[in-house]
């Protein structure tokens, strides 16, 4: 009974940092786009890739609309 409880830790342990990692290159994904988007100036174009397809568009034109979503994130209001 004790080495199957000992194979179950170890199992959920590798399951917990296999997730640990997955999240850490996500925080690792955000901080890049955070980077990126701190570069690109109020009038600078941006690509969106949406479902593998890219679109091209301003943050004027995402930002036109305000308390939305784009307006938010390129406005700075969220911590990325």
């Given at each position: 009974?004790?080495?199957?409880?000992?194979?179950?830790?170890?199992?959920?342990?590798?399951?917990?940092?296999?997730?640990?990692?997955?999240?850490?290159?996500?925080?690792?994904?955000?901080?890049?786009?955070?980077?990126?988007?701190?570069?690109?100036?109020?009038?600078?174009?941006?690509i969106l890739n949406?479902?593998?397809?890219?679109?091209?568009?301003?943050?004027?034109?995402?930002?036109?609309?305000?308390?939305?979503?784009?307006?938010?994130?390129?406005?700075?209001?969220w911590e990325l």
């Amino acid at each position: 009974m004790a080495e199957k409880v000992c194979l179950e830790t170890i199992e959920i342990n590798t399951i917990l940092e296999s997730k640990l990692v997955n999240a850490l290159n996500k925080e690792k994904e955000w901080k890049d786009i955070k980077v990126k988007l701190a570069t690109i100036s109020i009038k600078g174009m941006v690509i969106l890739n949406v479902g593998g397809e890219k679109y091209t568009t301003s943050v004027d034109t995402l930002t036109r609309v305000k308390d939305t979503f784009f307006t938010a994130l390129l406005s700075n209001q969220w911590e990325l």
